[in-house]
């Protein structure tokens, strides 16, 4: 145990907490009952406080990063907490197998991936992580072990997929992964001009294309333009693998934000600038290409700890998704109060979630339009901005996303997430984290 | 003649870490369930090679990490030998089994690599107070590991032998000399091993990892330590290219260069 300075990835605080390392599984019940409470920490990429425990226990399982198990013949891999999505695709998309659904970051842990039951581009088509999960298996703080699967402890399993971390201590987790040719994708990137044009591209594209995803420009014109891409698996026998695709060790390559600007180096004054150089850039390679599966799924994780680029005060992300219904305007309505504001990003995501019900009671994706904006965070001003986004979303019906949020109001969280009275039967009642006791009382 | 017969690097991963030196076909671990021994075999499977023997003192260890390896790398050979570490007989044995005449270690010739990387963790507080835990300091992590590299080259003809030194054996600090005089004794063993094999194709390779986050560091403050599959990347490199010394991360090389040439006088003043 050690007393250590624990940031989130939207890095807005930066508090003292108990480390308790998860040396083995076997050992998780004796190590949870002397710490308790506390929460699982994985890879900070939360951007909020779904994974900080100001000043109480965070228990750290990455150290059990071991496979347990693979079936060539059905994919079904069998895995520790702590192993990384990073390592099992580079691990097994040599073998013709990778995750059906991958975030935006392979730097992230598998239990973390379903304890916030992560999506990624193709929604539409493969729904959310816990889509693939076959069985997990929980320790709580009380000793109980619990195995639970989409036909064993079915309910277990859906508090626990998109649980937060709070239904127990994920110790292993057994997926189902995806037959893929190889490595390789076949993406296209378009642009488009208008809101309705991304509608109707997005909507054309889903037919075809298995991952949809799109970046749109906020600054430029109160946002309307961006860039789509989709793209497809392809087999590619002949190429060689880019530098640091192989996975273990491969931790170096790629720049680094090497320390704290004093201010944000995503400001007024360089953020149009940004958007514009970028759509620019994107623009120059409009078109077919066939590409590695990492800058299409991980484009930012090419440039190590971007988060530090937002500054000492770090940064809110705002990620929402709105009924399909009201999407347009709900979109062009938030769009609108962030370029009243001043306030942009430069990160800016548009794309469609598909129609499947998640599995697990406090999972995000619903059926709708996802928009997904950074802002610096500038104090009162930034979260005024927010307060107002937030009124969108609730007068939309819709939700935000609980892996990134550090401040929505409990409001809110309930009318977009209905089910949390009946999740809270499940909490262990030795765990809480800033969230749960923000959220869900305790 | 300048003939152009490099080739660039081939497919496949062995190419994307810089590929120094030779690959080895067949690696042997001892004491393989160290987090950093545990992130070399891996990079060396991944790399290419086809057989791990991993040696250990604890069979549910040895084989979790065999598992985790057999899923990674479907192809390789992965066995586990659970032994004692320490007696010399055991030692003998073992070694006369993997590399003596006749065994598949002997036939891989230079394609052979042995790291030798078991040590104790104890703390100097701790074997500063009994004379029982020192002894036991200097013989789990500056004896055996110096038998082992000793039975080794007795035993091989071909290849690469490797141990895990560390910084702390450049200078006695106050703070771990005892576990810095274990590895001050390894690393005499090697350069007498270096001097004795110099002009032989059995290479011996003295690695220093520099303090390093893994399960045993996992309670210490974490600031400064370097990721385990960083140090071992650069341990693999420098194992692979027959290096007399191989520090990881390189820093270190420099910092202990200053520590060591510390006037005395200066130096027993100074606190860390």
């Known amino acids: 145990m050690s007393r250590q300075r624990v940031s989130s990835w939207g890095r807005l605080s930066d508090d003292e907490h108990e480390i308790v390392p998860i040396t083995s599984a076997s050992a998780a019940p004796e190590i949870l009952a002397a710490t308790a409470p506390g929460v699982a920490r994985g890879m900070e990429r939360s951007y909020g406080d779904v994974a900080l425990n100001r000043g109480g226990t965070l228990w750290d399982a990455r150290g059990l990063n071991r496979f347990l198990g693979f079936d060539a013949e059905t994919g079904i891999l069998t895995c520790e907490p702590g192993v990384l999505l990073r390592d099992i695709q580079a691990t097994f998309s040599r073998q013709g197998w990778m995750l059906a659904v991958t975030p935006g970051t392979s730097v992230v842990t598998v239990a973390g991936a379903v304890a916030n039951d992560v999506h990624g581009k193709n929604h539409s088509t493969r729904g959310t992580f816990a889509d693939h999960v076959v069985s997990l298996t929980l320790v709580r703080t009380d000793g109980t072990v619990i195995v639970c699967g989409p036909s064993e402890n079915r309910d277990w399993f859906e508090a626990t997929c998109g649980g937060l971390g709070l239904t127990g201590l994920i110790v292993s987790v057994t997926l189902r992964l995806k037959r893929v040719p190889g490595p390789w994708l076949l993406a296209e990137n378009i642009a488009y001009q208008s809101l309705p044009e991304f509608f109707s591209l997005s909507d054309e594209s889903e037919a075809e294309f298995e991952h949809v995803v799109s970046w749109i420009d906020i600054t430029t014109d109160g946002g309307r333009r961006g860039i789509l891409s989709r793209a497809n698996s392809t087999p590619s026998p002949h190429r060689s693998l880019p530098r640091g695709a192989a996975g273990v060790g491969a931790t170096r390559g790629g720049p680094t934000v090497p320390f704290v600007p004093p201010f944000s180096l995503v400001n007024k004054v360089t953020l149009p600038a940004l958007n514009r150089a970028y759509y620019r850039l994107q623009h120059r390679s409009l078109g077919s290409a066939v590409v590695h599966y990492k800058p299409f799924f991980y484009p930012l994780d090419a440039i190590q700890e971007w988060n530090r680029a937002y500054g000492p005060n770090g940064f809110f992300q705002h990620q929402c998704v709105l009924p399909r219904s009201v999407g347009l305007e709900a979109v062009s309505e938030i769009l609108g109060l962030v370029a009243a504001s001043g306030q942009g990003s430069f990160l800016g995501v548009l794309k469609t979630l598909g129609s499947r019900t998640p599995i697990g009671m406090l999972s995000y994706p619903q059926e709708g339009v996802n928009l997904t904006i950074d802002f610096p965070n500038l104090g009162a001003s930034t979260l005024a901005l927010l307060s107002r986004l937030d009124d969108v979303v609730a007068q939309a019906g819709g939700r935000l996303y609980l892996a990134k949020d550090a401040r929505m109001p409990v409001s809110l969280f309930q009318a977009g997430y209905p089910r949390y009275a009946e999740f809270l039967k499940y909490k262990d009642p030795g765990m809480s984290s800033e969230m749960s006791r923000r959220l869900l009382g305790s | ?272």
């Open chain 2, 1 to 272: 003649m300048s003939a152009a017969v490099s080739k660039g690097s081939s497919s496949g991963s062995a190419g994307a870490r810089g590929n120094s030196g030779a690959w080895p076909t067949d690696v042997v671990v001892v004491g393989a369930t160290s987090a950093i021994a545990e992130q070399c075999t891996r990079l060396w499977l991944e790399g290419g090679a086809s057989t791990a023997l991993l040696i250990g003192r604890s069979a549910s260890k040895l084989d979790a990490i065999a598992t985790d390896l057999g899923v990674r790398f479907p192809a390789a050979t992965v066995t586990t030998l659970v032994a004692d570490l320490v007696s010399p007989s055991s030692i003998s044995t073992v070694v006369a089994g993997f590399a003596g005449p006749g065994t598949p270690g002997a036939a891989a010739g230079a394609g052979l690599t042995v790291l030798v990387a078991h040590g104790s963790m104890t703390e100097q507080e701790e074997s500063q107070a009994s004379l029982a835990a020192a002894a036991s300091v200097l013989e789990v992590t500056g004896v055996s590991p110096s038998l082992w590299i000793e039975a080794c080259a007795d035993t091989m003809s071909a290849g690469t032998i490797a141990v895990l030194g560390s910084p702390a054996g450049d200078r006695g600090r106050r703070k771990n000399y005892i576990y810095g005089a274990a590895k001050a004794l390894i690393e005499a063993m090697t350069e007498g091993l270096q001097h004795r094999l110099a002009g032989s194709p059995l290479r011996v390779v003295l690695v220093k990892p520099g303090p390093t986050a893994t399960p045993m560091t996992a309670s210490m403050p974490q600031k400064g330590l370097a990721d385990v599959s960083a140090v071992a990347g650069e341990i693999v490199a420098g194992v692979n290219a027959g290096r007399a010394v191989v520090y990881a991360p390189l820093k270190w090389m420099l910092i202990m260069g200053v520590v060591r040439n510390i006037p005395s006088p200066v130096f027993n003043k100074l606190n860390f």
